[in-house]
């Protein structure tokens, strides 16, 4: 029944900005936590952010301070502000709804934990 639809992928430079957005179907955010992967080719999908329903958020080590993570329930949008871009960036990101609402302490993020998968946005950084 979870639907989420990703936009606002691009190319940037490095060092530039870029915030995507998903579109998640009525009630998501409230239910269940929310969590931005990426793809590059040849490699496993990777974990970037995750944010539960009280807001909770937890990182990768590769994007900490770099990106952020919210969401606006309002408007049943997620979004990943992603600042200081790096040519590793690159990749086909990905947001997805996991089947339980709060995280915990020391969580570490797994694409197992999430059930529902956007198609993804393309995000590439030139340096």
């Known amino acids: 029944q979870v639907q989420l639809v990703e936009s606002g992928g691009g190319s940037v430079q490095a060092g530039g900005s870029l915030t995507l957005s998903c579109v998640a179907s009525?009630?998501?955010?409230?239910?269940?936590?929310m969590g931005w992967f990426r793809e590059a080719p040849g490699k496993e999908r990777e974990g970037v952010a995750v944010?539960?329903?009280?807001?909770?958020?937890v990182y990768a080590d590769s994007v900490e301070g770099r990106f952020t993570i919210s969401k606006d329930n309002a408007k049943n949008t997620l979004y990943l502000q992603m600042n200081s871009l790096e040519p590793e960036d690159t990749g086909m990101y990905y947001c997805a709804s996991g089947p339980f609402g709060k995280l915990w302490v020391g969580y570490y993020i797994s694409s197992g934990d999430f059930g529902t998968w956007g198609q993804g946005t393309q995000v590439t950084v030139s340096s």
């Open positions: 009525e009630g998501t955010m409230n239910r269940y936590f």
């Open positions: 944010i539960d329903t009280l807001g909770l958020t």
